[in-house]
C-alpha cells in the first residue's frame, strides 16, 4: 500500500510542477508559419505577457499592463490556472501527512481521511487546469479555422500540452490516493499476541504437581517405617 502511495505523490507532485510550468510560461500561442509573410519574426504570446522574437535570437517580451483590457477568456484561464496551482500545493501537503510510510498525521484512520481529502484536492487541480488550458485551446482553434477572422493567427504552445499533462498526472495521483482507502480497509492491521505468560504456566502446575506428590508420597514411606519399628 505504501508504494501506491509512493507513487500516487509522485504522480500529483510532479503534476503540480508541470501546473506551475505552465502558468508561468507565455508559449500559450505562437505566431503560425502558414499565414505569415516573413518567417523569420514570431509572437508568443501567455496569459501574462506577450513575447515577440527572430532568428537572430533577440526576444522582447511586454507585460499586461491592465486587467481590464484583457480578453475575458484569459482572465478566466488565469482565475483556473491559480485555483490548480493553489490545490495541487495544498494537496502536495495533504499527501504528505496521509501516507502511511510517514511518522505525522495520528491514527491509521486519520491518514486514510487525510489521504482521502488530498485525492480529491489533487484531482480538483487537475480539473481546474483542464478547464483552463481547454478554454484557451478552443477559443484559438475556433480563430484558426474561421475564414471571416482576418487578424494574425495562432496555433497551441507548448503551455498547453505542459498543462493537459500536469493535469493528467494531478487526476491520476488523486484516483489512486482515493482507492488507497479501500485497500487499507481490506487489509488490517496484523496483531501479535505475547505467549510468554502462558507458556510459563504450565511448567509451574507440573511443579506444583510433583512436589504435590512428593509430598503424599512421603507420609505413606513414614508409616511403614514406624510400623516395622
Known amino acids: 500500500m505504501s508504494r501506491a502511495q509512493i507513487s500516487?505523490?509522485?504522480f500529483g507532485?510532479?503534476?503540480?510542477?508541470?501546473?506551475?510550468?505552465?502558468?508561468?510560461?507565455?508559449?500559450?500561442?505562437?505566431?503560425?508559419?502558414?499565414?505569415?509573410?516573413?518567417?523569420a519574426t514570431w509572437v508568443y504570446q501567455g496569459l501574462w505577457m506577450n513575447c515577440a522574437g527572430n532568428a537572430l535570437g533577440s526576444f522582447h517580451c511586454r507585460p499586461h499592463f491592465t486587467i481590464f483590457k484583457v480578453e475575458g477568456y484569459i482572465q478566466a484561464c488565469r482565475g483556473l490556472m491559480i485555483a490548480a496551482v493553489s490545490l495541487g500545493f495544498f494537496a502536495s501537503i495533504f499527501a504528505l501527512f496521509g501516507m502511511k510510510c510517514t511518522k505525522v498525521g495520528g491514527s491509521d484512520k486519520t491518514k486514510a481521511k487525510i489521504a482521502c481529502l488530498a485525492g480529491i484536492v489533487f484531482i480538483l487541480s487537475g480539473l481546474c487546469s483542464m478547464t483552463g488550458c481547454s478554454l484557451y485551446a478552443n477559443k484559438i482553434t475556433t480563430e484558426f479555422f474561421?475564414?471571416?477572422?482576418?487578424?494574425q493567427k495562432y496555433e497551441l504552445g507548448a503551455?498547453?500540452?505542459?498543462?493537459?499533462?500536469?493535469a493528467s498526472?494531478?487526476?491520476?495521483?488523486?484516483?489512486i490516493?482515493?482507492?488507497?482507502?479501500?485497500?487499507?480497509?481490506?487489509?488490517?492491521?496484523?496483531?501479535?499476541?505475547?505467549?510468554?505468560?502462558?507458556?510459563?504456566?504450565?511448567s509451574r502446575t507440573?511443579?506444583?504437581?510433583a512436589e504435590g506428590d512428593f509430598k503424599?508420597?512421603?507420609?505413606?514411606?513414614q508409616f511403614d517405617k514406624n510400623a516395622y519399628v
Open 216 to 221: 503424599t508420597t512421603n507420609p505413606s514411606k
Open 159 to 166: 503551455a498547453l500540452f505542459i498543462g493537459w499533462a500536469g
Open 177 to 202: 490516493f482515493c482507492f488507497s482507502i479501500s485497500d487499507n480497509n481490506k487489509t488490517p492491521r496484523m496483531g501479535y499476541a505475547y505467549n510468554g505468560a502462558a507458556s510459563a504456566m504450565p
Open 169 to 175: 498526472l494531478c487526476i491520476i495521483g488523486g484516483v
Open 13 to 39: 507532485v510532479g503534476g503540480f510542477g508541470a501546473l506551475v510550468a505552465a502558468t508561468a510560461s507565455n508559449e500559450w500561442k505562437v505566431t503560425t508559419r502558414a499565414s505569415s509573410v516573413i518567417t
Open 206 to 209: 507440573k511443579y506444583h504437581g
Open 8 to 10: 500516487a505523490l509522485v
Open 146 to 151: 474561421d475564414p471571416l477572422y482576418v487578424e
